[in-house]
């Protein structure tokens, strides 16, 4: 268990083997190496990068209210939970527990209110669900997401230039706020749900999705 107060900046080169705490101030954790513990970092615009080669194994990360980040080149085995603020997921490792033949486990990615993004050049297994505001993904080529992903009101956007594996629903309700888009160029498979507010897609590429309630360009 290893818990610090102040502005924490912590950069660990070996093995961490118990939970992480830091406190309500902009905390950076950079892990090149091993930690298995969970990992709570408060209020505050704090960032985790899980570096090329490093192995991070919890059953949650939670980073509480602020602009948050977490980078990922590595594999990374937890849950992450976020507060409300502009949070941000840059994965070009392996976010999920990799069975060899797809996702042994899914992850659960819980986004909070607030202005979103995640960028994927990686594989993520991962169930996802976004608050209200505008929320982006982009899953680029050669790229992987498996799991079920719901975005909440807002001007949602899914630009698909790899492979997806789930089911999408952009909207909370039949009378959702905001518009929805989702660009296709690669291989879509599983539901397309636009639940509410004005949705379109935009499809270049395959999907043998089914599709309910969306003009299709």
């Known amino acids: 268990f290893l818990s610090i107060g102040g502005v924490d900046v912590i950069t660990n080169n070996g093995t961490i083997n118990g939970a992480i705490v830091t406190d309500t101030f902009n905390d950076i954790l950079t892990n090149t190496d091993t930690i298995f513990g969970d990992v709570y970092m408060g209020d505050g615009d704090d960032q985790l990068f899980n570096n090329t080669g490093a192995t991070l194994t919890a059953l949650i990360v939670e980073m509480e209210e602020g602009n948050n980040s977490v980078n990922n080149a590595g594999t990374f085995e937890s849950d992450i939970r976020f507060g409300t603020g502009n949070d941000n997921i840059i994965n070009s490792g392996v976010l999920g527990v ?54 909440g009101n807002g001007d949602n956007t899914f630009t698909n230039n790899g492979s997806f594996s789930g089911t999408l629903r952009m909207g909370d309700s039949a009378n959702g706020a905001g518009t929805a888009q989702l660009i296709n160029n690669n291989g879509f498979m599983g539901g397309i749900d636009f639940t509410g507010g004005d949705a379109a897609l935009i499809n270049n590429g395959f999907t043998g999705s089914v599709i309910y309630g969306v003009t299709v360009n």
């Not at 991962?126 to 799991?147: L, P």
């Open 98 to 151: 990799d069975g060899g033949e797809g996702f042994a486990f899914i992850l659960n990615i819980d986004f909070s209110d607030g202005n979103n993004s995640l960028t994927n050049t990686g594989l993520i297994g991962a169930d996802m669900i976004f608050g209200d505001g505008d929320d982006s993904i982009v899953n680029n080529a050669n790229s992987f997401i498996q799991g079920q992903i719901e975005m």
